[in-house]
Every structure is written in C-alpha cells, then in structure tokens.
C-alpha cells in the first residue's frame, strides 16, 4: 500500500472536459427495447475486437487505445454496459445476459470473427462473451482485470455471503458518489489517490488526466446507480468452465499493482487451456495507456497477422502459464 504522502499534487482539470469521440456513439435496439451504446475506435474497416469497460468506467475507456489500435489494424468496439454512460439500464443484468447483448451487436455489426479486450471489472462480461461466442472468439487480452468468482458449487452460507456483500458494495458506491457529485475534482482525486505511485506519476500528465475525467465522467451520466450494479456484480460468480475456453488468452499486469491482483491471475490463468500472464515491470494499473503498440503487437502474433510493431521484450517480465502451449510472444 503506497502511502498517501506520495500523492500528485491537487489535480487542475481543465475548465470544461471535452469528449471527441461523441460523435461516433451508435445505439442497436434490443429485443426487449432497451438501447445498447457503443463507440468505435480504431481502424474503422479492420478486424473487430470488442472492448469490455472497467467498473466505475465507460465505453470512453477505449479512447486511450485509439491511436495504437489503427496503427495495428484493429476496430474497437467499445460497449457501455445497461446502466453505464448511454445503454439503458437492466435490473437483470449480470455477465451472461450482457454476453447474450453482445452477441446480438455482433451479428448485426456482421462480425463472424473477432477478439475480445477487457479492462478491469470488464473481464467477467467478456469471459462469458468468449464462453457464448464459441469459435468466433479468437483471442482475449485482459488489461488489469479483477478476476471474477467462478465457483458454481458455492454452499447456502456463501452464497448469502456474496448476496449481502453485493448490496453492502453497491450501497457504499452510491454513497461515495453522492458524497462527490457536486465536484468532479473531488471524485478524480479520491480515485487517484488509490493508485498506486505509478499511476498517480502517469496522472500528472493533463492529456492523460483528460481521458480518465471524460471516462468517469461519462460512465455517470445516468447516475450511480448503474455503475453501482456493475460494480457489484463481481460479488456473483460466472456459470461457466474455464477448461471449455480454448481460445489464447492474454492476461497484462504491472508490477506495482497489489500483489493479491497477481496470485487471482495467476490462479485463473492455471484453469484455462491457453492462458499466459504478462508483468509489466514499474507500471501501474493504467500501463496500457503507454503500452497499448506492445500489446496490440501481441494480439497480431497471435492472429498470425502480419506484424506492425516488435514487442521489446526488454520491458517485461514474462510469467506464463503451465498450461501454455504454443502462445510465445515473439521478439526479434
């Protein structure tokens, strides 16, 4: 745990926070009539990958990653979550329904083939996602990702344990918002300062803090309450197994993030056919904001496309899974 002593200083947002990506938000009408939100970045006529936002996030999150995805050739498909930034809100909503929303998009987007990216929270929706799609799922790169609970054998005591610990979380979000709602500066900063020393040093740059308050920003729009229910959802465990899930999976950590987040990964790497962990030495969470050409280069690898940029391997330190194969990130 850094101590708060190393904190940025107080943060200086620009005047107004600008988003200029708002015109290029799509909306698809599902069958229950609810709307689902979506952004692309990117090469617009390249191969898709659909980007699963973090919690407190929005499909904004994916703007940090549009520069690298059309240097690679790769169309982000980013997805507000029913709540979140424009989607309407579900009641019902947890992983599996939203993977069966994605399916929707992506037939009517005409994707046959396409991977998957997930941040954070965002990797619960997304393995349910690759779970459904089946062989159309080609890859998952998870950024940072809360691992998700994915005993489906959980006893009457747990599952009344993550009940309440489901609503307790999602009470205390909608205080803690409430509490910041008259001052975006005071939310920011109250995120920031849980960073760690890393993040907080890549923060002090206004371009980058511009991003993080356009995304925060946005994932409120319609309130606490839907970032609250996605939040919470991470307390409920996925109905799937892992060992189905054959595709290349890619899992990308700093080394200054907690080391509990590690031994989760690394535990859920174990469970998967092709699964790989990355460490990316003295970075935070938000390392993909400055590695986004690495990991995109690593996607190409495993697509067999052709390469736009060499991964240095230099900058990490690799951990792989026992259970890897054939999946190498390859350096020259």
């Known amino acids: 745990m850094h101590s708060r002593a190393m904190n940025t200083p107080p943060l200086s947002l620009p005047q107004r926070v600008t988003d200029s990506h708002n015109e290029s938000v799509h909306f698809i009408r599902l069958e229950d009539g609810r709307r689902l939100a979506y952004a692309e970045f990117g090469e617009r006529q ?41 989607s309407d809100p579900h009641r019902g909503s947890d992983a599996a329904s939203f993977a069966q929303d994605m399916l929707v998009l992506a037939q009517k987007l005409g994707c046959q083939r396409y991977g998957l990216i997930a941040c954070g929270g965002g990797l619960a929706s997304a393995l349910a996602f690759a779970d459904l799609s089946g062989a159309r799922a080609t890859l998952l790169s998870g950024l940072s990702c809360a691992v998700p609970c994915t005993n489906t054998r959980s006893n009457c005591s747990q599952t009344a344990l993550r009940l309440v610990a489901k609503h307790l979380l999602r009470a205390t979000i909608m205080l803690r918002h409430w509490q910041a709602s008259s001052s975006l500066e005071t939310r920011l900063q109250r995120l920031i300062d849980s960073f760690s020393y890393a993040d907080r040093r890549m923060f002090a740059n206004p371009a980058m803090l511009q991003l993080l308050a356009a995304d925060v920003t946005e994932a409120l729009r319609q309130g606490a ?61 938000y390392f993909y904001m400055r590695h986004a050409d690495d990991i995109f280069t690593s996607a190409n690898q495993q697509l067999g496309r052709a390469l736009h940029r060499v991964v240095h391997e230099a900058h990490f330190a690799f951990a792989q899974s026992a259970h890897e194969q054939t999946a190498r990130v390859a350096t020259r």
């Open 46 to 86: 390249a191969y898709p990958l659909f980007h699963f936002h973090s919690h407190g996030s929005s499909r904004l999150e994916a703007a940090s990653l549009h520069k690298a995805a059309k240097r690679a050739g790769f169309r982000l498909i980013a997805v507000d979550r029913p709540g979140v930034g424009l």
């Open 225 to 285: 309450s839907g970032v609250a229910l996605d939040t919470a959802q991470q307390f409920m465990p996925l109905s799937l197994e892992l060992s189905r899930l054959s595709l290349p999976c890619h899992f990308w950590l700093g080394s200054a993030e907690d080391a509990s987040v590690r031994q989760r990964t690394e535990h859920l790497v174990s469970q998967l056919p092709h699964g790989t962990v990355h460490q990316l030495l003295n970075r935070g969470r």
